[in-house]
């Protein structure tokens, strides 16, 4: 085989070391994202031919240096809004479309020395996806202070509650007070002297008329939830309801997406659905236990006066489930959504002690007229006479 020198062609000259890494900086500036690649390979990468296939793999590799913005080669930027090297191209906010996190948020997360991941799941998707407004981290930090709310803190329901509405335990707990009081005041009214006798009965009704109040406040508050829409469920209704706020008055939680008007229908069908269940369940308990002491003390007092006739407890109960999920569902949500949210607590605003006050008010008026409708219901159903006195109603 001849040689190139005897063909008339210039003889290769050999590599020299220092040329083995000229096409480095060419690596680098291209953008591709390997950290101490083989020279072969790397000058494979940046285009260049001939020469280099006479370099060995054994070439002692090159550092890159690591790029400061731009895509790392596989599509993930750092909020630069373009990455330039790579063969991903593209997206900035780290190529997942998230924006970055609110600096106040962050700061804040940094004074109280929390991490997100220190959070429910819930609150830490709000905090990822920006839902959650400085205000609102700063009221959870609070609570989370407070002993009387860091007993239900972990509950997702009383938490939602809250972050709402700071207001919710004082609005519960007036709510409460005015069915107690005022179902004691009816009970002693109709029992006269015989109310220290019949305490049984008493405590039977009140503890009803205390599960009734408590889920009248409970299911129309306002809530301010984080946890994503359920989508894995196949059934439209149910991803629906899902997605209903559940006071239907209530307004757009800050982070939000506005409620659109069938949504706020839906919360109205919702809720009444639950009171449906919690009226015919808190009704025939009541009625239930009523119906048994009344035997029970007949068959330990013989001499013990006939009473009225039992009452029907299938009947009565529907009616009184019927009851709550219209009449007490509505005004519940209007209390809740119209009166103190919108109305007291705007045109208050920051008169913590006139604004439970006005609660106080709105809320016996409520309970009054819930008594009054309640007479006029039961009489609509024929289930009482003029003359005779129904039980209370919500």
Avoid at 101 to 124: E, Q, T, Y
Avoid at 219 to 233: D, N
């Amino acid at each position: 085989m001849q040689s190139l020198t005897a063909r008339g062609l210039p003889s290769a000259a050999p590599i020299a070391p220092s040329a083995r890494v000229q096409h480095v900086p060419a690596l680098a500036s291209r953008g591709l994202g390997c950290h101490r690649v083989p020279l072969k390979v790397c000058r494979v990468a940046a285009g260049s031919t001939g020469a280099a296939e006479g370099v060995k793999e054994d070439v002692p590799a090159v550092p890159v240096v690591p790029q400061l913005g731009g895509s790392d080669g596989n599509g993930v930027g750092k909020n630069n809004g373009g990455g330039g090297g790579g063969g991903g191209g593209g997206g900035g906010n780290n190529g997942e479309g998230k924006e970055p996190m609110d600096p106040k948020i962050v700061a804040l997360l940094a004074a109280a020395g929390r991490s997100v991941d220190s959070f429910p799941a819930d609150f830490k998707y709000g905090l990822l996806t920006n839902k959650v407004t400085p205000e609102i981290l700063q009221r959870y930090f609070s609570f989370e202070a407070n002993f009387i709310a860091k007993l239900v803190w972990g509950i997702d329901g009383f938490r939602e509650r809250l972050l709402a509405d700071p207001s919710f335990f004082v609005k519960l707990g007036i709510e409460i007070g005015i069915g107690v009081v005022m179902k004691i005041t009816a009970e002693y009214t109709k029992r006269g002297e015989n109310f220290v006798k019949e305490a049984d009965f008493v405590f039977a009704n009140t503890l009803m008329a205390i599960i009734a109040d408590f889920m009248l406040t409970w299911l129309p508050a306002p809530t301010l939830s984080y946890r994503p829409r359920a989508t894995a469920s196949g059934n439209a209704l149910v991803n629906f309801f899902a997605s209903c706020p559940d006071n239907a008055f209530q307004k757009v939680p800050p982070g939000m997406e506005p409620f659109s008007m069938g949504q706020r229908v839906g919360a109205i069908l919702r809720n009444g659905s639950k009171l449906l269940g919690v009226g015919f369940c808190a009704s025939m308990i009541g009625v239930g236990v009523t119906n048994t002491l009344l035997f029970v003390r007949q068959q330990l007092d013989p001499t013990m006066p006939p009473p009225n006739a039992p009452q029907n407890v299938l009947a009565t109960s529907a009616a009184y489930g019927v009851y709550m999920s219209v009449s007490s569902n509505l005004r519940y949500q209007i209390i809740a959504g119209i009166v103190e949210e919108r109305g007291i607590e705007v045109l208050f605003k920051g008169n913590h002690q006139l604004c439970h006050l006005l609660s106080f008010v709105a809320r016996t008026g409520n309970t009054f007229l819930g008594s009054l409708l309640w007479v006029d219901f039961v009489r609509l159903c024929g289930m009482q006479k003029a003359s005779a006195k129904p039980a209370e109603a919500h």
